[in-house]
């Protein structure tokens, strides 16, 4: 069972990017989804998460919320962290992560402890 990230790379300063998660031996529709990174220099530090249902579903740290988008794509069975307007300051490793025990959950969380399988991280780079 893993999750791994796809996607990320070197982009300019108000560029875009998207990463994906995706799951092998998980079938992450069912589970609770959160997206984390560690810029150079600082702790890891929660990005957002995603919920199985609930409306809205989706949680936001503040310094990314309306830039970043996280969404399900049932069809291929991830889930996108769609990244706008980046600046340097975005610069650093981005994990996705689930958490196996919210099945159907309404709502999620951005406890780090709280999600039983990660990715091995995407590098994203935002400079001129």
């Known amino acids: 069972v893993r999750v791994?990230?796809?996607g990320g790379?070197?982009?300019e300063p108000g560029g875009s990017l998207s990463l994906s998660c995706e799951g092998s031996g998980?079938?992450?529709d069912l589970y609770n989804v959160a997206w984390f990174r560690q810029r150079p220099g600082k702790a890891r530090e929660a990005v957002g998460c995603i919920a199985v249902s609930g409306k809205p579903n989706t949680f936001y740290e503040e310094g990314v919320e309306g830039r970043f988008t996280i969404a399900r794509d049932y069809n291929k069975d991830t889930v996108t962290l769609q990244m706008n307007a980046l600046t340097p300051e975005?610069?650093?490793i981005y994990y996705c992560a689930t958490d196996t025990d919210t099945v159907g959950a309404?709502?999620?969380a951005i406890v780090p402890n709280?999600?039983?399988y990660w990715g091995q991280g995407a590098q994203v780079?935002?400079?001129s």
């Open 114 to 116: 709280g999600y039983d």
């Open 106 to 108: 309404p709502y999620c």
């Open 26 to 28: 998980v079938d992450i």
């Open 9 to 11: 790379g070197l982009v």
């Open 125 to 127: 780079t935002v400079s």
């Open 90 to 92: 975005d610069t650093g």
């Open 4 to 6: 791994e990230e796809v």
